[in-house]
């Protein structure tokens, strides 16, 4: 019998079409089914983690809320975002990983039943942490338009209410690609004053944007430092996923139950990791501009490749969704017909809140351009379109 807080937690999907393609064993297929990246972390942080695996002081439990040069970091590059200065010392936490960092944050501002507005089409993930720790989702609903998403003002209203204690949001967001407006996040920020709530940034691919988007950091708006807090990781811009390290930075007051909640739940970070993310943050060439220019390059081939088929164009981030259902196919029979019929590995939406389930997600973070040449192609073979 499943326990209660699993109950709302059905998976995500992609560990399901990651196993099927494994299976195969077959080079061909194209690998657009998971966030991963084929382009190398920063020359910096592959030498100071190789280093570090020699360090003893490495290879320990300690300091439980992580190195303090990386906490420094850490600050001061949300603090460059956002146009506030954070203290490292009471307002900076590290995590193991930008997921641990979310759900440990929700488990310091949730009371069983509180609610928390996400946007949709969002990452599972995302959800089941909020279902974890005692949350109920509420929905604003994100339009697809010629020209990519946008918020549904109306919708993001209708959303918040009596109990609404936090805004979960991401931008770019993850699956969708959609990055919010200077005018949807004043939206967002009013709504999070006139509720009292918190807004929890997920900032993980902040900087990959697009057709030369800008930063827009939701703490710089007017009396929204002391409600935002905001939860980076290394592993989209840095390209540093398996080394499981995240922040979270906010105001003091509520970072000391942040830090309770981390000390219960994960303790503690890769030790062996952290030397190699702080270096990575302060690296004098980071490698984001350059790898932002590379996966914008393999979005415009995708979008060209998909461009008489109902594709949503994403604005930053790593993926894109198409809608299959308006094609007469499931997203999840599309997903099946691609991998054995087109040597395509790609995630069905399914569960990724209310109006995913009509989208299959591609992926174009892992996969270089001169592969994605006849993704048209190999479509036409899977579906007959």
Same mark, same amino acid.
């Given at each position: ?69 990386? #906490?420094? @970091?850490? !600050?001061?590059? %949300?603090?460059? /975002? &956002?146009?506030? =200065? ?106 999070? #004053?006139? @509720?009292? !709530?918190?807004? %929890?940034?997920? /900032? &993980?691919?902040? =900087? ?117 259902? &308006? ?59």
């Amino acid at each position: 019998m499943t326990v209660s807080r699993l109950r709302n937690i059905p998976g995500i999907g992609v560990d399901r079409v990651g196993d099927a393609a494994d299976s195969m064993h077959d080079a061909d297929i194209l690998r657009l089914e998971n966030l991963d990246t084929d382009l190398r972390p920063p020359a910096a942080a592959l030498k100071v983690t190789r280093e570090a695996v020699d360090e003893d002081a490495a290879n320990s439990y300690l300091p439980f809320l992580g190195l303090p040069a990386l #906490r420094q @970091a850490a !600050a001061e590059r %949300v603090g460059r /975002a &956002a146009g506030h =200065r954070y203290d490292a010392a009471t307002e900076c936490i590290v995590s193991a990983g930008g997921l641990a960092g979310i759900f440990n944050v929700l488990l310091s501002i949730l009371e069983p039943g509180d609610e928390v507005v996400l946007t949709a089409p969002t990452y599972a993930g995302l959800i089941n942490r909020v279902h974890l720790a005692g949350g109920v989702p509420k929905f604003a609903r994100l339009v697809a338009g010629a020209d990519g998403w946008r918020l549904d003002l109306d919708s993001l209203a209708a959303a918040v209410g009596p109990r609404t204690k936090a805004f979960l949001m991401m931008s770019p967001s993850m699956p969708s690609g959609y990055v919010a407006t200077a005018d949807e996040w004043q939206a967002i920020a009013e709504h999070c #004053r006139r @509720a009292g !709530a918190w807004l %929890v940034y997920d /900032a &993980a691919m902040e =900087r990959i944007l697009f057709d030369g988007r800008a930063v827009l950091h939701p703490a710089g708006l007017p009396d929204m430092r002391e409600r935002t807090i905001t939860v980076g990781a290394v592993s989209k811009e840095y390209r540093m996923i398996g080394w499981r390290i995240g922040w979270i930075v906010g105001p003091a007051t509520i970072m000391r139950d942040v830090r309770l909640a981390s000390l219960s739940n994960v303790v503690c970070q890769v030790g062996i990791a952290m030397p190699g993310a702080a270096a990575a943050l302060t690296a004098a060439d980071d490698g984001v501009a350059a790898a932002v220019t590379e996966w914008e390059k393999r979005r415009d081939v995708l979008v060209a490749q998909l461009a008489d088929l109902p594709v949503v164009r994403p604005h930053g981030g790593w993926s894109l969704l198409i809608d299959t259902d &308006a094609l007469g196919i499931e997203p999840g029979e599309a997903s099946r017909r691609l991998l054995a019929h087109g040597k395509i590995a790609a995630t069905p939406m399914t569960n990724w809140g209310p109006g995913a389930e009509r989208y299959l997600r591609f992926v174009f973070s892992n996969e270089p351009a001169s592969r994605l040449g006849d993704v048209r192609e190999r479509i036409r073979a899977s579906w007959k379109l």
